[in-house]
């Protein structure tokens, strides 16, 4: 059986810091429609970042607005 779930709309708060300013961590926050709970397009919005972008991510905050649920991701591992 094939299940559909709908896009909402997602925060995604990535707190990151540059390898040369290692001490100062800044904060880049997205807004952009997804399904829960895998959050694919943000998934794929990270894995470009972790490639592309010279800056190391520390902590993502992944909120929605269909719950007060907010989802802290510190072990970045999954990220390839």
């Known amino acids: 059986m094939l ?3 709908k896009k909402i709309l997602t925060t995604v ?9 290692n ?5 880049f926050i997205w807004q952009t429609m997804d ?6 397009r ?3 919005f990270l894995n470009f970042w972790q490639k592309e972008i010279n800056a190391v991510i520390k902590e993502v905050i992944i909120m929605n607005s ?3 649920q907010i989802r802290h991701v ?3 591992s999954w990220l390839k």
């Open 3 to 5: 299940v559909l779930r």
């Open 13 to 21: 708060n990535v707190l990151y810091y540059r390898p040369q300013y």
């Open 23 to 27: 001490t100062l961590i800044q904060e």
């Open 35 to 40: 399904r829960q709970p895998h959050y694919p």
């Open 42 to 44: 943000i998934h794929k």
């Open 66 to 68: 269909e719950s007060s």
């Open 74 to 76: 510190r072990d970045l």
